[in-house]
Structure formats: C-alpha cells, structure tokens
C-alpha cells in the first residue's frame, strides 16, 4: 500500500537513556527523509538518505536506511530534554506511476528529566 | 527570507462555512503542498503544485480546492466545513517535487469545524 510504516508510535525515556525509531515500507524507496516536530511546532528537515546500507550521524543522532532501501532508523543517544517532540520519516515511493513522498505516522518521544 | 507563511494560525468556523487557508512562500520554489496533520495519522499529503497554473490532488482531497496562480502563493479553500476537518494545517514548499529536495513547512493553521 500507500503508508509508511513508523513504530513505536510513543515513546518515553528517562534522560541519559536511548531512544530509537522504526521505520518500514513494504516496497522499495528512493530516499528516505527525517523530520522533527516539537510540541506545538511545525515539521523540520533533519537529513535525507538517499544509498543502500547509508549511515549518517548528527552529533547524538544516527540515521541508518536498510540495505534493501525498505526500512530506515533513527537513534538518539543519550537523549537530552531539547530531544522532546515527534520524529517523522518520510519515504519516495512510486504510487500510481508517480514519486510521492508518503509520511510515516511519527514517533512521539517525551522525556523524564 | 520569511520561508513559508501560513495564515490564519487559529480558526473556528461553523459546519457549512467556506474559508481559505492563505500560504505563501519567498523561496521561488516550484513545489508547494498542503498536508493535514491528525492524531496517530502522521502527516497526509491533500493537494500539491509542481508549478503556477498546476495541481494535483494528494492522499485526501476530498472537501478542499487549491489553486496557484502564481510561483509564491498555494491557497487551500473548503468549500463546506465539517467536523471531520478539524485538524492541523500544514503548507509545504521545496524546490523540486517528490522528495528530491528539502521540505519547508510552514508554521500551521490550527483549524476548528463546530
């Protein structure tokens, strides 16, 4: 289908604690993008993946997209108050013969300080 | 650079009402999107442009009308409220379509259907 699978959909931590999200397509993706949202805020760019097997990191963040460019991850380490919000993936996939970027339904990730 | 700029940022309208959702953006870019964001649904794609003069409907377009006269506007019009349109606006924009590039949101329309 259409959607774009993230799990969990929350997430709660203590800080210091580690943090990941999931994210998994049933076919193919060109690239895969992250967002973050804070409370009360709008989406923000955080990095694109584009190759099979890609790593790229963030200061504490690390993006991994899967070897068969289905599925996609995003950890935090060590996770800080400011890493409150809800985190998107959104992957290129072909529907109807036309590239759309489909959103996954975000993991929520509060924090107790 | 203002980047996107959505207005109004809060609104209530009764079931039945028409309004617009103004967006406009000073990036030059030629794509531009609306998305409406719901608890547990993510963010779902309502209509899009590639360009002035071109749309295309999204995931759920059902209830809204666009259109883009020019590159810098992309207004989103309900045509006949409902409560199932209570929701979180969010106009987009990037340089090219389909995820190639970037994606700027604007800072969303908090919409209310009573």
């Known amino acids: ?113 | 650079n203002a980047g996107v700029t959505q207005t109004p940022k809060f609104q209530v309208l009764k079931t039945g009402q028409s309004m617009t959702l103004q967006c406009a953006q000073d990036m030059n870019h030629e794509y531009m999107s609306w998305y409406r964001q719901d608890p547990g649904m993510g963010l779902r794609l309502i209509h899009y442009s590639v360009g002035a003069g071109i749309t295309d409907q999204g995931e759920v377009p059902n209830g809204y009308n666009v259109s883009r006269s020019t590159t810098e506007d992309f207004p989103l019009r309900l045509l006949s409220a409902a409560p199932s349109q209570t929701s979180v606006y969010f106009c987009a924009s990037s340089s090219h379509g389909g995820g190639r590039n970037t994606i700027y949101f604007g800072e969303g329309s908090w919409l209310t259907v009573v």
């Open chain 1, 1 to 113: 289908g259409q959607q774009v699978m993230q799990i969990p959909q929350y997430q709660h931590v203590q800080e210091g604690e580690d943090f990941t999200t999931y994210c998994n397509s049933s076919t193919t993706l060109s690239n895969i993008q992250w967002y973050k949202q804070r409370p009360g805020g709008h989406p923000v760019f955080l990095i694109q993946l584009v190759k099979s097997g890609e790593v790229k990191k963030q200061k504490r963040l690390t993006f991994q997209f899967g070897e068969a460019k289905k599925n996609s991850s995003l950890h935090i380490t060590a996770t800080q108050t400011t890493d409150v919000g809800t985190y998107f993936c959104a992957g290129m996939k072909v529907i109807q013969g036309a590239q759309k970027l489909v959103f996954g339904q975000g993991t929520r990730l509060t924090i107790n300080p």
